[in-house]
Each structure stands twice: as C-alpha cells, then as structure tokens.
C-alpha cells in the first residue's frame, strides 16, 4: 500500500545551517505530497506540495523537488531560523482519493 | 487561514467511561471531516472519513462501534471513544475541507491527547 518514510528526529542545528529532512515514498501512480509543519501547540499546516513529478514546492524558504525516480520529496532550507522549530511531516495523497498517509514527522530545534 | 478546533485539547478519563472529542470548523462550512489518530513517535493514522449528513467510513481495522462518528452539521463533527480501555491513549487529530475537497484545502485541529487510566 501507500505509504511515506522519513528521516527521523529529533534533528538540532544552529542558526542559520543548512536543513535536509529525507522523505520517500511509496505509492502506486502518480501521487500528490506535502510537507506539513506543526508548530508547539498548534495544529498541521501546509507548508509546500507537488502535484506531479519534478515540481518544485516553496514556501517560507523551503523547498522541496518531486523526484520520481527516486520516489523521493526532500525537504530543503538554506538557512534556518529559531522560529523554524517544530515538527514536519512528510505526506501524500493517492491519486485516487483525498486521504492522507502521513510519515512519522520529524522534530527540528533550532538554536541560537 | 482557516481555523479548525478541538475540544477538549486534553482529558483523562478511567477505563471503561466514553469519551466524547468535538471537532469545529469555525470559519467555513466542512463538507468532509476527517479523523486521525497519533502514537508516540509514530505518523498520523487516518481511522476515518465523515461526510456530513452521511455514514462515516472507516478504515480497515478501526471498529466503527468503538468509534464513533457524527457529523451532523457543516461545522461539527464528533468522535466518541466508547467504553476507553488504555490502549485506546492516544492523540487524536481532525481535519476538516471545504466543499471543494481539494487536499491542500483541508484544515487541521490542534489535537486532542486522550490518557485513560
């Protein structure tokens, strides 16, 4: 079945490092993901998505590349912040269906 | 953006008491909810998908008697824990989407932890 793993936290850098979290996938056809960003007390958000392969989401100096080759949806950012901790997850839908798999999120602290 | 809350954010409750999870959409009217539940350091596990007005749908292994499901307004949707033992401890978490039900159109609550005793 579907399903999404990705790297797991926690993860601890300082300001402004460079940021990989990994996320593959597994997924018959052609599936849509997401990164979803948790902050403390608050509920998923959508970060960035890719509907198709070799699309590129961005958003808030993320980004990741839909990488079908590799089954892969690496989340990227050049430079972090503090206010970037938080939990991310990595995510896809069927291309049939609307529901979630979710992979197991990974904890990112960033520190001054 | 949109806003989606739970009540309560956290109960406690004993072994054998129902438990009652509420999930809003409180600025637009959420044709389809969705329920999912969290273990410890584990992913999102989708246990099922309520369309208002309708019978809830529920994934394979979640037991619907167990679990119960309401959505009985645009705005609400509920999630009974019936007769909670402690394997049911968990976090719970709903989504909700707009009548368009596009997947980047669905909201997330901030979860509910469940701890029963």
């Known amino acids: 079945g579907d399903s999404v793993t990705q790297m797991e936290g926690p993860v601890t850098l300082s300001e402004e490092a460079f940021l990989t979290i990994n996320c593959t996938y597994t997924?018959?056809?052609?599936?849509?993901l997401f990164w979803y960003v948790q902050y403390p007390g608050e509920g998923l958000q959508l970060l960035l998505k890719?509907?198709?392969?070799?699309d590129k989401g961005s958003n808030k100096g993320f980004e990741a590349t839909y990488r079908k080759e590799t089954t892969s949806f690496h989340l990227e950012k050049g430079s972090v912040q503090v206010s970037d901790s938080a939990v991310y997850f990595c995510a896809l839908t069927p291309n049939t269906g609307n529901q979630f798999y979710f992979g197991t999120g990974t904890s990112l602290t960033v520190i001054p | 953006g949109a806003v989606v809350s739970q009540h309560p954010s956290r109960v406690i409750c004993k072994s054998g008491t129902s438990v009652k999870i509420e999930c809003r959409s409180l600025d637009f009217q959420a044709t389809t909810m969705f329920w999912y539940r969290q273990f410890p350091k584990q992913s999102l596990m989708l246990m099922a998908t309520s369309n208002e007005g309708s019978k809830a749908t529920y994934e394979q292994g979640v037991e619907k008697d167990k679990f119960l499901i309401n959505h009985a307004s645009l705005t609400l949707s509920t999630l009974t824990v019936t007769s909670a033992h402690p394997e049911d401890s968990s976090f719970y978490i709903c989504?909700?989407?707009?009548?368009?039900?596009?997947?980047?159109?669905?909201?997330f609550g901030p979860g509910t932890r469940l701890t029963v005793l």
């Open positions: 997924a018959t056809g052609y599936p849509s």
């Open positions: 989504s909700a989407s707009d009548r368009g039900g596009n997947t980047d159109t669905q909201y």
């Open positions: 890719a509907t198709k392969a070799d």
